[in-house]
């Protein structure tokens, strides 16, 4: 069974940092993209965030570049999302996904293989 488990979510203060994590399972993700989404409240699923697992090529949304920072360590089957520079309006549930095509990652399809249960991140100000 395929499984996506994110954590590293919680509570912290505008101007800090939080380090995700997204723990991948039940297969082998060599020929998979791996996304990091957020949702906030009243508002639409975000793309943030996208390696391709075998060779290592990160795509960022113009939103989070030079704030988030993507990265994978194959070894342990994990993604991280590194966030800094943390805003309240980066309040939102964040997801991890898996999926064979990278345009449609890229493009935050709802139909994407696997997804995470989320974690809750919120920033206060």
């Known amino acids: 069974q395929v499984q996506l488990v994110e954590s590293g979510g919680g509570l912290v203060q505008a101007g800090g940092s939080l380090r995700l994590s997204c723990a991948a399972s039940?297969?082998?993700?060599?020929?998979?993209?791996l996304g990091w989404f957020r949702q906030a409240p009243g508002k639409e699923r975000e793309f943030l965030a996208a390696i391709d697992w075998s060779g290592g090529s990160i795509y960022y949304a113009n939103s989070v570049k030079g704030r988030f920072t993507m990265s994978r360590d194959t070894a342990k089957n994990t993604v991280y999302l590194q966030m800094n520079s943390l805003k309240p309006e980066d309040t939102a549930v964040y997801y991890c996904?898996?999926?064979?095509?990278?345009?449609?990652?890229?493009?935050?399809?709802?139909?994407?293989?696997?997804w995470g249960k989320g974690t809750l991140v919120t920033v206060s100000s």
């Open positions: 996904a898996a999926h064979w095509n990278v345009h449609e990652v890229l493009a935050g399809k709802n139909d994407l293989d696997y």
């Open positions: 039940g297969r082998t993700f060599s020929t998979y993209t």
